[in-house]
């Protein structure tokens, strides 16, 4: 089992930016790729940005290309998702997502364990 918590949604104003954290816990964070969606209202869950075990393979949406940024901290069991240039369009309830797997996926069943998320609120 990996139990994830998600941190650093707020409210901001269009242009700026936000740090999301999200802290893994219950076995080797090491092993797993990690994931951010997110989920704004009346809509499916997206997929926003994945990275593998390593760091070293990452992707992203063609909506956030540019602006936002994944990374990994293996020793901290800390994955962030730091968001520039922020759009209204990007409010939603960003999730955190792990796999079991090294490898990353860019589908939301391909996660495993989930966080209970965050709100961004992008005001224009």
């Known amino acids: 089992q990996v139990q994830l918590v998600e941190s650093g949604g707020g409210l901001v104003q269009a242009g700026g930016s936000l740090r999301l954290s999200c802290v893994a816990s219950g076995r080797s964070f090491g092993n797993n790729a990690m994931g951010w969606f997110r989920q704004a209202p009346g809509k499916e869950r997206e997929f926003v940005a994945a990275?593998?075990?390593?760091?070293?393979?990452?992707s992203y949406a063609d909506s956030v290309k540019g602006r936002f940024a994944i990374s990994r901290d293996n020793a901290k069991n800390t994955v962030y998702l730091e968001m520039n240039s922020l759009k209204a369009e990007d409010t939603a309830v960003y999730y955190c997502a792990a796999r079991q797997f090294i490898n990353t996926a860019t589908v939301r069943n391909g996660y495993d364990y989930w966080g209970q998320g965050t709100q961004v609120t992008v005001s224009s």
């Open positions: 990275i593998n075990w390593s760091g070293h393979t990452i």
